[in-house]
Each structure stands twice: as C-alpha cells, then as structure tokens.
C-alpha cells in the first residue's frame, strides 16, 4: 500500500476526532474536503472533483462513498477498508446513494455534521445533500473540525514539511543562473518545477506564481511568458511539496541596477517579515501577527501599498489552493501554539510606480520563537 504513514499515526489522528465527534455531542460526520480525508486515512485522489464522502462514525468506523475509478486508488493509498460505489449514469443523485448508505450504517435520526466548507462539495452537490438529509436527521455544519485537527503537526508531518522547504530552497537554487537579461520565465519555471519533482516531490496544490515586468505586480498565476530585460523585476510564489505537504516561498529578484524604489520596498518588506516573526510566538494570536505586518508597513508610509492578509497555514492541501486556514489578518483571535507550519508573506506592490516587492518563507512553530526552515537568507536577490 502507497501509504506515507504508520498506521499508529492514523489510529492517533482517528482518536482526535473521535474525541471532536464526542464534545460536539455529533453520531456522525461526513467529510468532503480531500485533504481531510487524506490526513485521516491516507486516501490520495484528485477524484473529488466528482461527489465523494468519507462516513465517520463516532465510534471511528469509517466508509468510503465514491466512483468506480477511485475504488483501487483508495484500497491501495489508505487505510480504508469499507468501500461504498455510487454508480455513474443518466440522472445519477449520489446525494440518494448516500442518504441510503446513512441508514444502511443506522444513522436515521441522528445528529450528523457536514463539512461543507470545501471545494469537494459544489453548492450544486450541497443542495441536492442537504434535500436528502433534511428530515433524514439532525445536520449541523462541521466544517471546522478536521481542518482545526490538522493546523498542529505531527513529528511526522513536520519531518514533511521540512523536506518540502528544503525542495523550496533547490527551487530558487535552479532558478537563480536563469534569471538575467534575456533570461526566460518558461525555462525559469520548468527548472523550479523540475527541481521539485527530481528531489521526489509533487505538484503543488496550486500554479507557481511567477511574472516579470508590470506582470511582477500579480499575486496570481497567469498564462504567458516574456524573457527579462536588462533592469527587471521577477516575482515568484512557489512551493516545495513532498506527499501534499507544502513549504511555500515567495522573493522578487532583481536584474541590473536596484532602483531606489526597489530599495525602499525591500528595506520595509524585511522589517515587516521581521516584526512578523517576533509576532510568531505562543501567547500572541494570527491577529497579532498580522497587526506587526500593518504597523510596520504603516511605518514605512506602505499601507496603500500591502495586501489585508499576510499569511496562513500550510500543510497537506490538494487542488485548487495550498493556503490553509487560519490566515493572518485583521482580529483573527485563533492563537499561534507550538507546532504549526505557517507561510508568512510581505507582499508590496506599488501600482504608481509599477515598482513589485515581496519576501515570504515558512516557519514552524516553537515555544518560543519561530522556525525558518528555509536555508536561504533574507537579503535582497539582484542577479
């Protein structure tokens, strides 16, 4: 079996949300989110863009609702031993096959939670779910739950999580001789790509953000390339990922003479990932780190200029995004504890001058101060 755990690790995390289940006085919980259930069982699919749903009862028996084309890669990738196929065919409603599972496995009338927050359950999938189970029993919304589970890392996930950063780090390593006058973003990409996946790693959960030019000012993947020119800016958002546990990183890079604008920015961006850093501690919450970042920018006369969230967790995610909850921004009141891998990210961008500036690197945890697990430095990057 492609599992990337012990089975001790497995039975350790169904514990945890047997202990979840029992507070929140829930029989039942149907998981959605691929994430969840790959954290809780090993299952490793992109076949939740279809209708699926892991059954967890409170007693921590489990059983898998899916399509035939996901039946071997859930007996070879997880810990699963039920498995349950809803059939495709004209007006198939999964949502039925799995209301009748729900009585199969004597849940009528129980109270029963959904994680609904999640891309594995399209609003249209949710309607025809909840017509299904509204007099079936007592539903309530458990998004939170596994996801809040998964924020606090494991020996294990973190020993992932720092082979992700070091695959981060062989990224910007193969990037580096490339970007120089002439030098074109498509091989860029492929050779952080390419260095990725050679160090045993994975796709990312999303694209690599990378752009130059007037494009260096995007926060987001695009399609198209250009080649730099002599005086240029780069900006790439990457990660490092090793069994969908990502370690992201972000850095503009300059070719040529460093503007005086680029300067400023950098200057403010590295006091402000700084400042966050020491906001990164236990006894302070994601509102406080966030709240570092904006008065450092403030300082700096940049607050038009940032973004209103400077970071999130991360962790094992799938598509369409890496970015975990909870984020930081403004008054979120979620403490910062021990054993959290958190991406923290100075983003400025200067739309006047067209002038593009951001640091970001992943952190772990501790009782005291974070831990970069990049090998890379903070210093300015002019090539």
């Given at each position: 079996?492609?599992?990337?755990?012990?089975?001790?690790?497995?039975?350790?995390r169904?514990?945890?949300?047997?202990?979840?289940?029992?507070?929140?006085?829930?029989?039942?919980?149907?998981?959605?989110?691929?994430?969840?259930?790959?954290?809780?069982?090993g299952?490793?699919t992109?076949?939740?863009?279809?209708?699926?749903?892991?059954?967890?009862?409170?007693?921590?028996?489990?059983v898998?609702?899916?399509?035939?084309?996901?039946?071997?890669?859930?007996?070879?990738?997880?810990?699963?031993?039920?498995?349950?196929?809803?059939?495709d065919?004209d007006?198939?409603?999964?949502?039925i096959?799995?209301?009748?599972?729900?009585?199969?496995?004597?849940?009528?009338?129980?109270?029963?939670?959904?994680?609904?927050?999640?891309?594995?359950?399209?609003?249209?999938?949710?309607?025809?779910?909840?017509e299904?189970?509204?007099?079936?029993g007592?539903?309530?919304?458990?998004?939170?739950?596994?996801?809040?589970?998964?924020?606090?890392?494991?020996?294990?996930?973190?020993?992932?999580?720092?082979?992700?950063?070091?695959?981060?780090?062989?990224a910007?390593?193969?990037?580096?001789?490339?970007?120089?006058q002439?030098?074109?973003?498509?091989?860029i990409?492929?050779?952080?790509?390419?260095?990725?996946?050679?160090?045993?790693?994975?796709?990312?959960?999303?694209?690599?953000?990378?752009?130059?030019g007037?494009?260096?000012?995007?926060?987001?993947?695009?399609a198209?390339r250009?080649?730099?020119?002599?005086?240029?800016q780069?900006?790439?958002?990457?990660?490092?990922?090793?069994?969908?546990?990502?370690a992201?990183?972000?850095?503009?890079?300059?070719?040529?003479?460093v503007?005086?604008?680029?300067?400023?920015?950098?200057?403010?961006?590295?006091a402000?990932?700084?400042?966050?850093?020491?906001?990164?501690?236990?006894?302070?919450?994601?509102?406080?780190?966030?709240?570092?970042?904006?008065?450092?920018?403030?300082?700096?006369?940049?607050?038009?200029?940032r973004?209103?969230?400077c970071?999130?967790?991360?962790?094992?995610?799938?598509?369409p995004?890496?970015?975990?909850?909870?984020?930081?921004?403004?008054?979120n009141?979620?403490?910062?504890?021990?054993?959290?891998?958190?991406?923290?990210?100075?983003?400025?961008?200067?739309?006047?001058?067209?002038?593009?500036?951001?640091?970001g690197?992943?952190?772990?945890?501790?009782?005291?101060?974070?831990?970069?697990?990049?090998?890379?430095?903070?210093?300015?990057?002019?090539?």
């Open positions: 079996m492609a599992l990337h755990f012990e089975r001790s690790e497995f039975d350790a169904r514990d945890r949300l047997m202990i979840e289940l029992a507070e929140k006085k829930l029989d039942a919980v149907l998981l959605f989110a691929q994430e969840s259930m790959y954290w809780l069982t299952y490793d992109f076949g939740f863009c279809f209708f699926q749903c892991l059954v967890v009862k409170a007693d921590g028996s489990m898998l609702l899916t399509r035939s084309a996901d039946l071997r890669q859930a007996r070879h990738t997880s810990i699963i031993d039920n498995i349950v196929l809803w059939t065919r007006g198939a409603n999964p949502a096959d799995l209301r009748n599972l729900l009585n199969d496995l004597d849940l009528l009338g129980a109270r029963i939670g959904v994680e609904y927050d999640t891309h594995g359950l399209t609003a249209f999938n949710g309607r025809r779910l909840d299904q189970l509204q007099t079936f007592q539903i309530a919304d458990a998004s939170g739950i596994v996801s809040r589970l998964r924020l606090f890392k494991s020996p294990a996930e973190i020993a992932k999580a720092e082979k992700a950063a070091n695959l981060a780090d062989d910007l390593d193969a990037a580096l001789p490339l970007i120089k002439g030098g074109d973003e498509a091989l990409l492929a050779a952080m790509q390419g260095a990725v996946f050679a160090g045993g790693g994975d796709y990312p959960a999303n694209e690599f953000i990378i752009g130059s007037a494009d260096a000012l995007l926060c987001r993947y695009k198209g250009r080649k730099l020119t002599k005086n240029d780069l900006t790439l958002e990457w990660a490092g990922v090793f069994h969908h546990y990502h992201p990183m972000m850095r503009t890079v300059l070719t040529g003479k503007s005086k604008r680029h300067q400023e920015l950098f200057d403010a961006a590295r402000a990932l700084l400042a966050v850093e020491k906001a990164m501690t236990p006894g302070n919450t994601f509102g406080d780190v966030f709240d570092a970042h904006a008065r450092t920018l403030e300082a700096h006369n940049l607050t038009k200029h973004l209103n969230a970071g999130y967790s991360v962790g094992a995610r799938f598509t995004s890496w970015m975990d909850m909870p984020m930081f921004y403004q008054g009141p979620e403490p910062i504890a021990p054993n959290m891998t958190l991406f923290a990210h100075m983003i400025i961008m200067d739309s006047e001058t067209e002038t593009a500036m951001t640091l690197r992943t952190y772990l945890t501790t009782e005291s101060q974070p831990k970069p697990l990049s090998r890379h430095d903070l210093d300015l990057i002019v090539q």
